[in-house]
């Protein structure tokens, strides 16, 4: 099946007209666009914005800005059914960040027919909207849906940003993703994470008879898929950056293997030998290498080692005789966090991506696993366990500034959201007496610590893993 989306982003002195003209008719001309001609083609025009529309994100609680989301029009400017699940998509989308909120449909006094007509403001600033959604969709003859959309700041009266895009009606929901991302880009000034993917373990029986496979689904719970059948054991699925596919470990005779998944085809490859255990893969900053811990002997014990992907060289990181275990590199590549014992219990603990300069971070009260770097650089997540409690936290590359998100009997696995500004993580209930019980959901939180949602799927659901922004 082709998937075919296009976004382009103008402002009233971009020749739009001009630009989506010329990347359909360089697409007819070359003949059927593929997914790759057209991300290859996807092109942002950005034209310097004086917008009054602003949110400004900070520690602590944002109050959500009011914004009204119209539903896109159809022809002649009537609703349509494609133009109310548009507006409804890019709503879910932006209230679910907790930094707006769309006003109610029947408010509005005079809905706008067409994003070719100005708005008259007087007519929503009573209704303390901040901005104005307006959008057209409509199909073409060849059955592709082609949209239009302006984003106007009430306050001001300017148009903030404008584009056009166009997709099969398959892609009509990633579409409405980028839409939502390019309004939270203008609004926050921060990237957006809408059209992005979570890959996780689907969980489903007792304590002893644990299934689990991994599946796959867009950041608001659509588009869902299992990725495996469940005969094998799977855990700690990983995106790559830069390719549509994952690392995971595939358990086949109680044995852990490292296996890589392309998304697109389904397709597995395991990935050398590793005589011992093997645990946590993870992807390096370009996708050309994977970051893993390593038990060689039967001592318990456990070291970092990275394997290069093209040469399929695997060189040892840490020598200690200790239990070193889920890296993460840093968004430059430079840097590596992980979790280690090495002194007495679990601690989180940094140094350079050749090995050398290892630091400790961590020095608060209770054990610290799963270190996750932020894409931003500046922060790192984790697991922390004190008392009898699980937290996920934050705290800054040198150990200080922690501060806890979120707790639970079992809350673990913290994965990054592409923009740094959201987390996602499992928590897990305890089991019964009868190995009934347990069930594990998926939850994610903004890193003020606010807006925390739990993210429906079919199954019980663990170990997150957030997709970079899909191109």
Same mark, same amino acid.
């Given at each position: 099946? /082709?998937?075919?989306?296009?976004?382009? #982003?103008?402002?009233?002195?971009?020749?739009?007209?001009?630009?989506?003209?010329?990347?359909?008719?360089?697409?007819?001309?070359?003949?059927?666009?593929?997914?790759?001609?057209?991300?290859?083609?996807?092109?942002?025009?950005?034209?310097?914005?004086?917008?009054?529309? #602003?949110?400004?994100?900070?520690?602590?609680?944002?109050?959500?800005?009011?914004?009204?989301?119209?539903?896109?029009?159809?022809?002649?400017?009537?609703?349509?059914?494609?133009?109310?699940?548009?507006?409804?998509?890019?709503? $879910?989308?932006?209230?679910?960040?907790?930094?707006?909120?769309?006003?109610?449909?029947?408010?509005?006094?005079?809905?706008?027919?067409?994003?070719?007509?100005?708005?008259?403001?007087? $007519?929503?600033?009573?209704?303390?909207?901040?901005?104005?959604?307006?959008?057209?969709?409509?199909?073409?003859?060849?059955?592709?849906?082609?949209?239009?959309?302006?984003?106007?700041?009430?306050?001001?009266?300017?148009?903030?940003?404008?584009?056009?895009?166009?997709?099969?009606?398959?892609?009509?929901?990633?579409?409405?993703?980028?839409?939502?991302?390019?309004?939270?880009?203008?609004?926050?000034?921060?990237?957006?994470?809408?059209?992005?993917? *979570?890959?996780?373990?689907?969980?489903?029986?007792?304590?002893?008879?644990?299934?689990?496979?991994?599946?796959?689904?867009?950041?608001?719970?659509?588009?869902?898929?299992?990725?495996?059948?469940?005969?094998?054991?799977?855990?700690?699925?990983?995106?790559?950056?830069?390719?549509?596919?994952?690392?995971?470990?595939?358990?086949?005779?109680?044995?852990? $293997?490292?296996?890589?998944?392309?998304?697109?085809?389904?397709?597995?490859? /395991?990935?050398?030998?590793?005589?011992?255990?093997?645990?946590?893969?993870?992807?390096?900053?370009?996708?050309? #290498?994977?970051?893993?811990?390593?038990?060689?002997?039967?001592?318990?014990?456990?070291? *970092?080692?990275?394997?290069?992907?093209?040469?399929?060289?695997?060189?040892?990181?840490?020598?200690?005789?200790?239990?070193?275990?889920?890296?993460?590199?840093?968004?430059?590549?430079?840097?590596?966090?992980?979790?280690?014992?090495?002194?007495? /219990?679990?601690?989180?603990?940094?140094? $350079?991506?050749?090995?050398?300069?290892?630091?400790?971070?961590?020095?608060?009260?209770? #054990?610290?696993?799963?270190?996750?770097?932020?894409?931003?650089?500046? *922060?790192?997540?984790?697991?922390?366990?004190? /008392?009898?409690?699980?937290?996920?936290?934050?705290?800054?590359?040198?150990?200080?500034?922690?501060?806890?998100?979120?707790?639970?009997?079992?809350?673990?696995?913290?994965?990054?959201?592409?923009?740094?500004?959201?987390?996602?993580?499992?928590?897990?209930?305890?089991?019964?007496?009868?190995?009934?019980?347990?069930?594990?959901?998926?939850?994610? *939180?903004?890193?003020?610590?606010?807006?925390?949602?739990?993210?429906?799927?079919?199954?019980?659901?663990?170990?997150?893993?957030?997709?970079?922004?899909?191109?």
């Amino acid at each position: 099946m /082709r998937v075919a989306v296009c976004m382009t #982003r103008w402002n009233h002195q971009t020749d739009w007209k001009g630009a989506i003209s010329h990347v359909w008719q360089r697409g007819v001309h070359d003949g059927a666009l593929t997914l790759a001609m057209l991300m290859a083609l996807l092109g942002i025009l950005i034209a310097p914005a004086h917008a009054q529309l #602003r949110i400004e994100i900070t520690e602590g609680v944002v109050a959500p800005t009011p914004i009204a989301i119209a539903n896109f029009t159809g022809p002649d400017g009537k609703k349509t059914d494609e133009g109310r699940l548009i507006a409804s998509i890019i709503a $879910n989308d932006l209230v679910s960040s907790g930094l707006f909120e769309p006003i109610d449909e029947a408010a509005f006094i005079a809905p706008p027919g067409s994003p070719s007509i100005k708005p008259n403001f007087a $007519n929503w600033e009573p209704l303390g909207a901040k901005g104005l959604l307006v959008g057209s969709a409509e199909l073409d003859e060849n059955g592709k849906l082609q949209v239009e959309f302006v984003l106007w700041d009430v306050v001001t009266g300017r148009d903030l940003t404008s584009g056009a895009g166009s997709a099969d009606m398959n892609a009509m929901r990633q579409l409405s993703h980028k839409i939502a991302d390019l309004v939270y880009e203008e609004v926050t000034g921060d990237t957006g994470y809408f059209d992005t993917q *979570i890959v996780y373990v689907a969980e489903a029986g007792s304590q002893t008879r644990r299934v689990k496979r991994l599946a796959i689904m867009d950041q608001d719970g659509h588009n869902h898929k299992f990725l495996t059948s469940g005969l094998d054991l799977v855990l700690t699925p990983r995106f790559s950056p830069t390719t549509q596919e994952i690392a995971y470990l595939n358990f086949f005779n109680d044995e852990p $293997n490292v296996y890589i998944q392309d998304i697109r085809t389904g397709r597995s490859e /395991r990935l050398g030998s590793f005589p011992g255990m093997t645990f946590a893969p993870r992807f390096g900053p370009q996708g050309d #290498r994977l970051i893993m811990s390593w038990a060689k002997d039967e001592d318990g014990a456990s070291d *970092i080692y990275e394997m290069d992907l093209r040469t399929q060289e695997i060189r040892q990181l840490t020598n200690s005789r200790a239990i070193d275990t889920a890296p993460s590199y840093s968004p430059d590549g430079k840097r590596v966090v992980f979790e280690s014992n090495r002194a007495g /219990r679990q601690q989180i603990y940094t140094m $350079n991506s050749d090995g050398k300069n290892v630091q400790r971070i961590s020095y608060g009260e209770g #054990r610290y696993a799963t270190p996750v770097w932020s894409p931003r650089g500046d *922060i790192v997540a984790f697991t922390k366990m004190h /008392r009898g409690t699980f937290y996920i936290g934050v705290m800054n590359v040198d150990g200080t500034g922690e501060r806890l998100l979120a707790e639970g009997f079992l809350v673990e696995g913290p994965t990054w959201a592409p923009n740094g500004r959201v987390l996602m993580y499992f928590k897990q209930q305890p089991f019964n007496s009868e190995g009934g019980g347990g069930e594990a959901a998926l939850y994610r *939180i903004d890193i003020t610590g606010y807006n925390e949602r739990q993210i429906i799927t079919p199954s019980q659901a663990s170990d997150p893993a957030w997709s970079p922004l899909r191109r």
